[in-house]
């Protein structure tokens, strides 16, 4: 009796520990996880290897990524750091690509870090999916970068609500991550510390992305997100001040020869970020 006891005990250990595995992470992820992959992780910029020189060259003022497209300032203002980045966006309903024959996903979020300072990102925001039968779901997370990205709860997201995304670091190993829905009065709050020593923000880059994230090592199929525009955006400094969208620098996805988005910054409070399939002639 006594071995029976200690070989059930054993199982439910055995269960609960494959249970967080699958659960841990991002409500995506987690269904992500169903079909056999774990682990929801918004990665830093990939630079995207497969953009034609020359025809890249005729867009002036735009990089080049695998997973990111928004505006990113690369560098704060002389002598200060990049202590908050804050924007609202109304929310996209999200649909499948031509073609798609897998569920797919898009994610839009406000970070620090993860573009030239790649040892960490601070961020939150908010993940759409669209299923092949034409399901949607939303899920509102944060993270601190290399640690996965954790669902909120207590807040509900449709098509159409106005969400307000702020992120704050009160030091280099500790800050705040906020999202508001506008529409419904509902807002989540959530203090972080860096996962590690070494995973400490430096305060160099602020973000507005759209993101085809990854899970489990490798990305999400991307959704057509149609268009996501970032308004009020705004970057603040630790010397108290705050720098706008004007000079960001803009990055487009490239997947496989094709370039799949297209950002601009239309003023010095907005980001936007289309969904657009143009080949780059490769």
Same mark, same amino acid.
């Given at each position: 009796m006594k071995a029976s006891t200690l070989a059930l005990s054993q199982i439910l250990l055995l269960a609960a520990s494959v249970a967080a595995a699958v659960t841990r992470g991002?409500?995506?992820?987690?269904r992500v996880a169903a079909r056999g992959e774990i682990a929801r992780l918004t990665?830093?910029?990939? *630079?995207?290897?497969?953009?034609?020189?020359?025809e890249a060259?005729?867009?002036?003022? =735009?990089?080049?990524? #695998?997973?990111? +497209? $928004?505006?990113?300032?690369?560098? *704060?203002?002389?002598?200060t750091k990049f202590t908050s980045v804050t924007?609202?966006?109304? =929310?996209?309903?999200? #649909?499948?690509? +031509? $073609?798609?024959?897998?569920?797919?996903?898009?994610?839009?979020?406000?970070?620090?870090?993860?573009?030239?300072?790649t040892t960490a990102i601070l961020q939150t925001g908010v993940d759409f999916?669209?299923?092949t039968s034409g399901q949607i779901s939303y899920d509102a997370w944060y993270e601190w970068y290399p640690d996965y990205a954790y669902d909120f709860s207590g807040i509900d997201i449709s098509t159409g609500d106005t969400i307000r995304l702020t992120v704050t670091s009160t030091n280099n190993d500790a800050g705040v991550a906020v999202?508001?829905?506008?529409?419904?009065g509902q807002s989540v709050t959530q203090s972080l510390k860096a996962p590690s020593s070494t995973a400490t923000l430096g305060g160099q880059n602020a973000e507005w992305i759209v993101e085809d994230f990854d899970s489990n090592g490798r990305q999400v199929p991307f959704a057509d997100f149609g268009t996501v525009r970032f308004i009020d955006a705004a970057a603040g400094t630790e010397d108290g001040g705050t720098v706008g969208t004007s000079?960001?620098?803009?990055?487009?996805?490239s997947q496989n020869g094709k370039v799949?988005?297209?950002?601009s910054a239309p003023s010095d409070t907005e980001i936007v970020v289309e969904w657009t399939v143009t080949s780059m002639g490769i």
């Amino acid at each position: 009796m006594k071995a029976s006891t200690l070989a059930l005990s054993q199982i439910l250990l055995l269960a609960a520990s494959v249970a967080a595995a699958v659960t841990r992470g991002h409500g995506l992820a987690a269904r992500v996880a169903a079909r056999g992959e774990i682990a929801r992780l918004t990665h830093p910029k990939v *630079p995207a290897v497969d953009v034609n020189e020359d025809e890249a060259a005729n867009r002036t003022n =735009v990089d080049y990524s #695998s997973n990111w +497209s $928004g505006g990113v300032l690369t560098a *704060p203002p002389s002598g200060t750091k990049f202590t908050s980045v804050t924007a609202q966006f109304t =929310v996209p309903k999200p #649909s499948l690509p +031509s $073609g798609a024959t897998q569920d797919s996903y898009a994610s839009a979020w406000v970070g620090i870090d993860g573009d030239t300072y790649t040892t960490a990102i601070l961020q939150t925001g908010v993940d759409f999916g669209i299923s092949t039968s034409g399901q949607i779901s939303y899920d509102a997370w944060y993270e601190w970068y290399p640690d996965y990205a954790y669902d909120f709860s207590g807040i509900d997201i449709s098509t159409g609500d106005t969400i307000r995304l702020t992120v704050t670091s009160t030091n280099n190993d500790a800050g705040v991550a906020v999202i508001e829905n506008l529409s419904n009065g509902q807002s989540v709050t959530q203090s972080l510390k860096a996962p590690s020593s070494t995973a400490t923000l430096g305060g160099q880059n602020a973000e507005w992305i759209v993101e085809d994230f990854d899970s489990n090592g490798r990305q999400v199929p991307f959704a057509d997100f149609g268009t996501v525009r970032f308004i009020d955006a705004a970057a603040g400094t630790e010397d108290g001040g705050t720098v706008g969208t004007s000079e960001a620098d803009l990055l487009d996805i490239s997947q496989n020869g094709k370039v799949l988005t297209s950002a601009s910054a239309p003023s010095d409070t907005e980001i936007v970020v289309e969904w657009t399939v143009t080949s780059m002639g490769i």
